[in-house]
């Protein structure tokens, strides 16, 4: 499975993005997806995933105003970001969970996770 993130770039404080994130293979319907991120001198950490079944699952930091959604005609995801803050500044990182699929409960950690993208730049400026 091949992973192609994109939309990242330079926003101000307040603004919006949205990323994408393209999956090869001809199940994506039963894929689990998430996007991670990792700034300068940080651990990754979870932003949010969607389950095969559309349910989706947030970060407290970012609940209420990012929001992930799946189109499994096209083998995508897509995280539109609003209100961006400066604090969202990372690299974002798009993820595969390939069947058999984890359990929700283990899709909040990276280790659930078979593939990954090669990750796709987000600036918040102040």
């Known amino acids: 499975v091949q992973l192609q993130a994109s939309g990242g770039g330079l926003v101000q404080a307040g603004g919006s993005l949205r990323l994408s994130c393209a999956a090869s293979g001809p199940t994506f319907r039963n894929y689990n997806m998430g996007w991670f991120r990792q700034a300068p001198g940080k651990e990754r950490e979870f932003v949010s995933f969607i389950r095969y079944n559309g349910h989706t699952y947030y970060a407290d930091s970012v609940k209420g105003r990012f929001t992930l959604s799946r189109d499994n005609a096209k083998n995508s995801i897509a995280l539109q970001m609003d209100s961006l803050k400066p604090e969202d500044t990372a690299v974002y990182y798009c993820?595969?969970?390939?069947?058999?699929?984890?359990?929700?409960?283990?899709?909040?950690?990276?280790?659930?996770?078979?593939?990954w993208g090669r990750g796709t730049q987000v600036t918040v400026s102040s």
């Open positions: 993820a595969a969970d390939t069947p058999p699929v984890t359990i929700s409960s283990g899709l909040w950690s990276a280790n659930g996770y078979d593939y």
